[in-house]
């Protein structure tokens, strides 16, 4: 019969060893494979700088397969829930005011529409009052949580496209919209822009807007969240590329749709 071959037992000092050897080459596999995580993710694309400042693209991947989604079910005929006036709220809440001035200049202020031709066109507060008036009570709601019935009066973003002849221009992709001061600016997808109940607003509760309701023009697009309701308009652009949106570059969803 073979003997068994014993098995000389470790010595303490050789457990330590071993435990060691173990943990070090753990910690050395896991921290490779998160250098190369965080390497891949410091290597990978960036988004188009104005949107996000620059977020890496696959950390903006769900978000913006979410937009993609909801763009495709977007309809032009698919009306928000409007509401009879006396639904309105008579103290309405105001939101910050980013780009806001307690006196606007509204004797001077003009509406300029950069075309993409680089022509710019300066319109007046009357031009905008003479178009037919288009009336809206809705939820307006904030992403901070809140949501209330207001009620605006104004002209239809896409009655002012045909008034102005700015059909061509609102065949591209965007359109940008920014304070006087361009403290404040959103961007928003034509179809969002283009739907019956997005309006230019110069009225709140039948009276011309206040300087903290946006004086004296605002964007009222009940298909979005607060955010891109942008209040005191003083410039427009048109682009297929993304116009800088002052809420997205701070990570929010750019679309903010409803
Ligand atoms: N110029 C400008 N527009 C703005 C904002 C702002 O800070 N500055 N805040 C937005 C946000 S977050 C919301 S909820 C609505 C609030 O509109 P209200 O103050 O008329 O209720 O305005 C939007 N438009
Ligand atoms: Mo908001």
Redesign the pocket.
Known sequence: MKSKKLKKPLTIEQKINRRTFISFGTFTVLSGAAYAGWSWLKNSPKETPTVTAGAKAPLRRALNKTELAFRRVFNNNNLVKTYPKERAAKV?????????HDKPDVPNWRLQVNKPSGEVMSITLDEIRSLPKTELVFD?K???GWD?I?YWGGVKFSDFISHFKLDDQAKLDYVGMA?PDK??Y?GIDMPSAMHPQTLLAYE?NGKPLIP???QPL??IIPVK????????IGSMVFSNRRPPD??AEQGYDYYSGL
């Open positions: 309405v809440r105001y939101n910050s005011r980013i780009g806001l307006f904030c992403v901070e209330q207001s304070t403290k404040y959103v709140m903290k309701h946006g605002r964007l969240y607060g955010i891109k309701n942008l209040k005191c002052y809420w």
